[in-house]
C-alpha cells in the first residue's frame, strides 16, 4: 500500500460527551468495519504534545477530521500540528439532518447513538473513496 492510498481519520477526545463518543465510535466503524484497509487513526494527545512520529505522518498523509462539537479540538490540533487536513466533519451536523434520531449515553451509546455514529461512518467512508480516488 502506497502513503497515498491511505487517510488518517482522527476524532476529537470528546470525554465524558455523547457527541464525542459518537464521533469516536463512527471512527471505530469506518476504521475497522468499513473502510480497514485504507483508514487509520491515531490519538489526539498525541498531535497536542508534538509526537514527531505522528506529527510527521499526518503531514504527509491525508486527514479528515471528526469533531463531537463546534468547539473542533481535533480540527484544531491537526492545523496547529500542520498536518494535511482535507475534510472536517462534525457531529453536531450529521444530527442536524438526522433530528429523529437522539443520541444517549457516554461509555455506551443507546442504539440511536450507535445508528448516528454509522450515518456519520458512511459520510466519511465516500469522502475517503474521493480523497484516494483524487490522488
Ligand atoms: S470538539 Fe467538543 S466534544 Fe470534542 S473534545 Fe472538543 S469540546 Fe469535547
Redesign the pocket.
Known sequence: MTKNSLVYVIP????G?T??TV?RKATYKLIEELRPQETRTTCLALLTVGDKAIVDKIRNVPCISI????????QKNIEASKGLLLKRFLVTDVLRKNRNLKPKGIIKLNPEGEKLAMLLAKEVAITVDNIIRDE
Request: glycine share 24%; with cysteine; proline share 6%.
Open positions: 476529537c477526545s470528546g470525554i460527551k457527541l464525542g464521533g469533531d463531537g462539537c463546534p468547539v473542533r479540538c481535533a
